[in-house]
Structure formats: structure tokens, C-alpha cells
């Protein structure tokens, strides 16, 4: 996924950031779509590869996708 097409989908659908929330919400049955930092944990990958839901791992590092999405703290897992 290109750099434009993640800023359409943060744009458009509402995203949910972090991994503590992500993993609860997949629990729930609520969250279609992971993205994943490149440089997100081979841990946290493999915690969350464990659900049946759409997985898309990002080119990007998590301090970079932390600047795309507008925060002040690394990001490496964004889901909606």
C-alpha cells in the first residue's frame, strides 16, 4: 500500500490506533482491516495473524506512520 492510499483511508474510515485496543477489538469481532508498521514487533505480528481479518503490512517505520497519522508517539498497528 502507497502513501496515498493509506492518507485516503485514514481520511475516510475511522481508525483505531495502537495494539492493546486493536487486540481487544479483534476479539470483539469489530476490526476488518490491520495495518502494521515495518518495523512493528515479529510479537505483535504474530499475536495478531492469530485472527481472521484482513492484514496489510505498511512500507512504512512507525515513527513515519506516527507523523501521516498526526501523533506525537510511535505508531505500529492501526486497525479499523
Known amino acids: 500500500m502507497g502513501l496515498n492510499e493509506l ?4 481520511k475516510e474510515k475511522k481508525m483505531v490506533f495502537g495494539r492493546e485496543v486493536t487486540i481487544k477489538n479483534l476479539r ?16 505483535i505480528k504474530k499475536e495478531i495473524k492469530n485472527y481472521d481479518v ?6 512504512i517505520p512507525s515513527d513515519e506512520l506516527a507523523l501521516i497519522c498526526k501523533r506525537l508517539h510511535p505508531i505500529s498497528v492501526l486497525s479499523c
Open 54 to 59: 484482513k492484514i496489510i503490512e505498511l512500507e
Open 28 to 43: 470483539k469481532g469489530t476490526v476488518k482491516e490491520v495495518f502494521l508498521a515495518k518495523n512493528c514487533p515479529e510479537k
Open 7 to 10: 492518507k485516503k483511508v485514514l
